[in-house]
């Protein structure tokens, strides 16, 4: 089962579909956020009264966890991608070291053992896949032993027929 980098082009692939959008707003709304947040609390801070201590605690509590869940949401979007190719084998994507994208996991569409659909906003799925035995392709390739999971968000056209792909290769 070793890798075939030969291919040039999967038949299919499945990601984020909003990824330029959401970077676009995503990242332009983390900056100027975080921008309003810090003028705020050099403001407050020279005034030095009970209001503005109560508006600065309110402030880190409030906007500062919103900022982190963006950051982290803006890497999920951009860290998880699932290319097919036409013999069957499958390639999953994540979010790297220095931001791209890099491989992780190689397997078969018949090592899938189980998927689990969510329903998400904008159109979009999230497909939590259960790989048995996955190639992971680190440093070096190496078999691992033991299912993992893997999670994409793509749009709904895709995924359904990703799982009409799937459910083919069962029926055979």
Avoid at 88 to 117: C, M, P, V, W
Avoid at 143 to 154: D, E, G, Q, W, Y
Wanted: glycine share 6%; proline share 3%.
């Amino acid at each position: 089962m070793g890798s075939d980098f030969s291919q040039d082009k999967p038949k299919l692939v499945l990601m984020y579909p909003y990824k330029s959008k959401f970077n676009t707003i995503g990242l332009l709304s983390m900056v100027a956020l975080s921008f309003i947040a810090l003028g705020v609390l050099k403001h407050l801070i020279n005034y030095n009264t009970d209001l503005s201590d109560r508006i600065i605690i309110t402030i880190v509590l409030i906007v500062a966890p919103l900022i982190i869940w963006l950051m982290g949401y803006y890497l999920f979007i951009n860290g998880s991608k699932l290319e097919i190719y036409e013999n069957n084998f499958a390639k999953y994507y994540t979010y790297g070291s220095r931001g791209h994208s890099r491989l992780f996991f190689g397997f078969k569409l018949e090592d899938i053992e189980q998927i689990k659909i969510k329903r998400r906003p904008f159109n979009c799925q999230k497909l939590s896949i259960k790989i048995k035995n996955p190639i992971f392709y680190g440093m070096h390739e190496k078999k691992i032993n033991k299912p993992r999971s893997v999670s994409i968000i793509a749009d709904r056209k895709m995924t359904d027929i990703f799982m009409q792909q799937i459910e083919r290769k069962n029926q055979l």
